[in-house]
């Protein structure tokens, strides 16, 4: 009997059915106890221990195995809980987290997102239209030429003005001058076309300032922040999206997170990393390349993202897919027909391809979206 | 030419040398100006884009490809220092991160280790035999519980008593309880003993949570805190590493982090992550899976996080391979080939092993590894 207080964590495990139970069986101790099974005491086996609620093979190839673990394992902190999903596990080749369910209970503990695909659309007044993203590249340009960049975005319509993830705190743009400019650039350009466009810069940033840069950024009056979970840790995105003095919209980057679903058979789906676990931590937004781009994701994998940024978990919102890496205007309709009208497009460096006015670039872009509001 | 003052990442990258060198080219603007090369200007490209310093085949497969970054693209931040080396790339698959090479202004403003190697075996006076660490387990017990194979292990002279990795802040045995009681235990024991064991709580915790308990141990009288980079992110660890009023030696745990080594041909090499990164967060104590346990890292690789725990690197001090992962009595000759006398044995489960006299066990261990002195 499995405690319905329990969560699970649904894992695709190499090699045939009994190879499989025989794994699952070491996986159930060795994220959680990590002790040899013969010398676990009974009361410990029945409190602590997961215990596998489901083996099935995989269409995918492998085995489907589906483990449980107390709550009480994992201790309500996103850090225990991703250890339990995969600490130890992480290092042992041949078993991949699928996807994870956390009991109602469990999910009461996690604010989730604070505006989700709702609460961004809202801010926007963009109510059923697909989004427009850009970032501000490339690292190098002064602060003052990002503002340039962001004013003519701005101008021509495009909702989320991010800055481009390598954009930390350099000598060539520092946070703080940035933010300023920027923030200036984009209410300038407001002011002028009646939008409402929202300029996200970068605070991934050591332990110490990720924090105060959020702050810096809000009372300069950036309308969200940007993170990378993969450089500054998951627990430290979910910290700012449930600080209430904060409160701004906060869009991810998967930096660092590639290695993840490197290997076919390691690491997590692109559906409980992307979409899942980036909803646990209450991000609003997340990036991720998008197939048919520079990077390798394929479609399924894309859809799959789309799938765990809105399935039913707990009164967590649904969150906007943000397909991103090498996206171009020819492919708005066939990336509406994979996600939907409830995406952000990432426009990159197809923004300036057309020529240097970045503001008529951005309006072409900004027209075609909204043949589909 | 490439400015003296750049810092270079090498790569494994999979394909013939010529795609290698296409790769590569595309390699060096992803990880920093993220645009388009020929919409790159050329001042830009100048300060702010890699550039190729060697290519040739690599033994291992593939060709090894060595890339100099400018610093002020990394910033003097941690996390940013990630982004640049493989933030993007990491999506792509057929690289992975061989090693890295700092230029001493860089590492200047990195301090490292602040116990290492020899700060280690000061504290513990223990000058040159193998170290030995325990971790405090199964999960499931309570702190009085925990405490009290905590004063067992001090008893028998293990250096080191960790708490588990998976020991957070559950209900079954909180934090503050835990430590002050295993503290206490550790402190009582080497009363008797004359030893100096350690007792090192784990603090990777939420965001806003690591600090304070690290903080809260300090103040119960802990030797040292263990930390999960790859679950609170790298750069928490060196926040603690930096903290003056901390100043504990520290220690790291792999939850997590297993997918980067899972793939061959993506992710970091065991020398750069465990021994390098770790290294420049400021860790004195890495653990890792020894080959022949439960894990299934290979002697090669494990030998080569050895060597990356103290080749030249600045100031930043040697620290200790912490081999663990299914260790045992019997394999203590057998390792001792490999990494030499500067390491620490962490032996989980083996210690309960020959019976419940956890003292006597632990004795046992330490009569044979100071027959090493």
Redesign the interface.
Same mark, same amino acid.
């Given at each position: 009997m499995i405690p319905t207080t329990w969560f699970t964590v649904t894992y695709r495990l190499q090699g045939t059915a009994e190879e499989a139970r025989a794994r699952a069986d070491?996986l159930r101790y060795?994220q =959680?106890?990590? @002790?040899?099974m013969d010398?676990?005491?009974e009361?410990?086996r029945e409190?602590?221990v997961g215990r596998v609620v489901d083996t099935a093979p995989d269409p995918a190839g492998g085995q489907r195995v589906t483990i449980a673990y107390a709550p009480?394992?994992a201790?309500n902190?996103?850090? #225990?809980f991703?250890?339990?999903v @995969?600490?130890?596990?992480?290092?042992?080749?041949g078993v991949r987290v699928e996807r994870f369910d956390l009991t109602p209970a469990m999910l009461a503990h996690y604010r989730g997102p604070r505006y989700g695909r709702a609460g961004l659309r809202a801010v926007l007044a963009a109510p059923t239209r697909p989004l427009l993203c850009t970032?501000l590249?490339?690292?190098?340009?002064s602060a003052r030429e990002l503002a340039q960049h962001a004013y003519q975005f701005a101008l021509g319509g495009i909702d989320i003005i991010k800055d481009?993830?390598?954009l930390?705190? #350099?000598?060539?743009s520092p946070f703080s001058e940035r933010v300023r400019a920027c923030v200036a650039a984009v209410q300038e350009a407001n002011a002028r076309t009646g939008y409402r466009s929202l300029y996200m810069p970068n605070v =991934?940033?050591?332990?110490? #300032?990720?924090v105060e840069r959020a702050h810096l950024a809000k009372a300069y009056g950036a309308g969200g922040v940007l993170i990378?979970p993969?450089?500054?840790?998951f627990?430290?995105a979910?910290?700012l999206a449930d600080d209430d003095q904060l409160a701004l919209p906060i869009m991810s980057h998967?930096?660092?997170?590639?290695?993840?679903?490197?290997?076919p058979d390691?690491? @997590?789906s692109h559906f409980a990393l992307y979409g899942q676990l980036n909803r646990l931590a209450g991000i609003d937004a997340v990036v991720f390349?998008s197939w048919g781009g520079?990077?390798? @994701?394929t479609r399924a994998e894309c859809e799959s993202i789309a799938r765990g940024s809105i399935e039913p978990m707990g009164a967590l919102a649904p969150i906007f897919p943000t397909p991103g890496?090498g996206m171009k205007r020819e492919r708005v309709e066939e990336m509406l027909g994979a996600y939907g009208k409830d995406v952000i497009f990432l426009i990159?460096?197809d923004l300036?391809?057309p020529g240097p006015d970045l503001a008529d670039n951005s309006r072409r872009f900004r027209d075609l979206v909204e043949t589909y509001a």
């Open positions: 070491e060795e =959680t106890v990590e @002790f040899p010398l676990t005491p009361a410990i409190t602590s009480e394992t201790g902190e996103l850090t #225990q991703l250890n339990v @995969f600490g130890n596990t992480s290092i042992k080749p970032a590249k490339p690292m190098g340009l481009d993830h390598g930390a705190d #350099q000598s060539f =991934t940033a050591s332990h110490g #300032q990720v990378s993969g450089l500054s840790g627990d430290t979910r910290h998967p930096a660092l997170l590639g290695s993840f679903t490197a290997a390691n690491g @997590f390349p520079r990077f390798s @994701f890496g990159g460096g300036h391809r």
